[in-house]
């Protein structure tokens, strides 16, 4: 199987920082493309940003600026560094992740288990 676990969420200030960070493990090939998302209370999950394997990087406009996705290949690794957050960053960020497994002849979706960002004004 795969797992994905997340870290590096918490509570901050407005106009502060924080880094998330999420490793893929288990059987895996390969992994496709990577990304973050997001969902605040009483709302749909919502596209934060996405990484291709090869670096192509996609945000949402609400973040566009603020937020920097990266990965490290070989770590199965994809971080976030949030910069200059708003309150209505606030939401349980998940990691995706497009897996190819040993023994499998197409890719899989996974998420992470989710970590919780707090901003407060």
């Known amino acids: 199987q795969v797992q994905l676990v997340e870290s590096g969420g918490g509570l901050v200030q407005a106009g502060g920082s924080l880094r998330l960070s999420c490793a893929a493990s288990?059987?895996?090939?390969?992994?496709?493309?990577m990304g973050w998302y997001r969902q605040a209370p009483g709302k749909e999950r919502e596209l934060v940003a996405t990484?291709?394997?090869?670096?192509?990087?996609n945000y949402a406009d609400s973040v566009k600026d603020r937020f920097t996705i990266s990965r490290d290949n070989a770590k199965n690794t994809v971080f976030l560094q949030m910069n200059s957050l708003k309150p209505e960053d606030t939401a349980v960020y998940y990691c995706?992740?497009?897996?190819?497994?040993?023994?499998?002849?197409?890719?899989?979706?996974?998420w992470g288990q989710g970590t919780q960002v707090t901003v407060s004004s």
């Open positions: 995706n992740a497009e897996v190819l497994r040993f023994r499998s002849l197409s890719t899989s979706n996974y």
């Open positions: 288990g059987s895996i090939i390969s992994i496709n493309d």
């Open positions: 990484i291709t394997k090869g670096g192509i990087t």
